[in-house]
Nanobody
């Protein structure tokens, strides 16, 4: 059983930056591909970014590409989401997710691809 705990959310003005962290425990972190998702009130959960278990492959949604960067530190069992150029429409609860995979370079963008989820951290961007 993998436990995921997010941190780093908060209130920021438009154009600002935040870095989210997701600390994992209870499993071999390097065996899991990781993803970040977000959910705004009244909307479905949305894919933000993903990183392969080795860390060398990443992918992003079109809405955040060029502004957000996902990375991981397998020695610290942590995945990060650096968010720059934040916009009011980025306001949401951000959650990290993990899925065990045999494939070193594969990233996953679907909600159903992931087995474990964190509780989420609120990000609010004011205009």
């Amino acid at each position: 059983q993998v436990q995921l705990v997010e941190s780093g959310g908060g209130l920021v003005q438009a154009g600002g930056s935040l870095r989210l962290s997701c600390a994992a425990s209870g499993g071999t972190f390097s065996a899991y591909a990781m993803g970040w998702f977000r959910q705004a009130p009244g909307q479905e959960r949305e894919f933000v970014g993903a990183v392969s278990k080795g860390g060398s492959s990443t992918r992003y949604s079109d809405s955040v590409k060029g502004r957000f960067t996902i990375s991981r530190d397998n020695a610290k069992n942590t995945v990060y989401l650096q968010m720059n150029g934040l916009k009011p429409e980025d306001t949401a609860v951000y959650s990290c997710a993990a899925t065990r995979t045999a494939y070193r370079l594969t990233t996953y963008a679907g909600v159903l691809d992931y087995t474990y989820w964190g509780q989420g951290t609120q990000v609010t961007v004011s205009s």
